[in-house]
């Protein structure tokens, strides 16, 4: 993470990745929310009073299938942690997310299953089924990483890759 980032979290929920966010950007960086739930608005508005208050921070209400134009980007990072499961229509709303990233910038899609009975095989599908969804989205470079829990949870990272030819985002 580079201090002059932009950064854009969908679903912050009380505003704990928020707060390491805006610890990692600089003065020149600015880490974005949004979240559909009034209740978390407030708890991660109170959690980064002085980073919003300092300007580094921006909290808004809304959905991930009607983003704000304020959230048009463009972005170095976008990060969904336990959300996606939540989105209508998550192949359409990648690919707006990798239109409102730079290129070259970075998605991180995190998901530990809570479903009953999940386990580690569980939470590798859930992967699975992410990486396919970025894949088709048109990121590249897609990797997963494993945090060893109970059931795991699992990051998948891709990239909005440049066109190496013209030096575009793919387009499709």
């Known amino acids: 993470m580079r201090p002059t980032d932009r950064v854009l979290e969908i679903g912050f929920g009380p505003g704990l990745a928020i707060a390491e966010l805006s610890r990692r950007v600089g003065a020149s960086?600015?880490?974005?929310?949004?979240?559909?739930?009034?209740?978390?608005?407030?708890?991660?508005?109170?959690?980064n009073a002085a980073a919003v208050q300092a300007g580094r921070v921006t909290l808004t209400l809304g959905s991930v299938e009607q983003l704000p134009p304020a959230l048009d980007g463009p972005f170095d990072i976008i990060l969904a942690v336990?959300?996606?499961?939540?989105?209508t229509a998550p192949a359409e709303r990648l690919d707006d997310?990798?239109?409102?990233?730079?290129?070259?910038?970075?998605?991180?899609?995190?998901?530990?299953p809570r479903c009953p009975g999940?386990?580690?095989?569980?939470?590798?599908?859930?992967?699975?089924?992410?990486?396919?969804?970025?894949?088709d989205a048109g990121f590249t470079k897609?990797?997963?990483?494993?945090?060893?829990?109970?059931?795991?949870?699992?990051?998948?990272?891709?990239?909005?890759?440049?066109?190496?030819?013209?030096?575009r985002p793919h387009l499709r």
Request: hydrophobic share 35%; with cysteine.
């Open 118 to 135: 999940a386990t580690r095989s569980t939470s590798l599908e859930a992967a699975r089924n992410i990486t396919t969804l970025l894949q």
């Open 82 to 87: 336990n959300s996606l499961g939540f989105w």
């Open 97 to 112: 997310l990798r239109r409102r990233l730079t290129p070259g910038g970075r998605i991180a899609i995190v998901s530990q």
């Open 142 to 167: 897609t990797r997963t990483e494993t945090l060893d829990l109970d059931p795991p949870v699992v990051c998948v990272l891709a990239v909005n890759d440049p066109d190496p030819v013209h030096g």
């Open 29 to 47: 960086g600015h880490v974005y929310g949004v979240d559909r739930s009034d209740v978390m608005l407030r708890q991660a508005t109170k959690r």
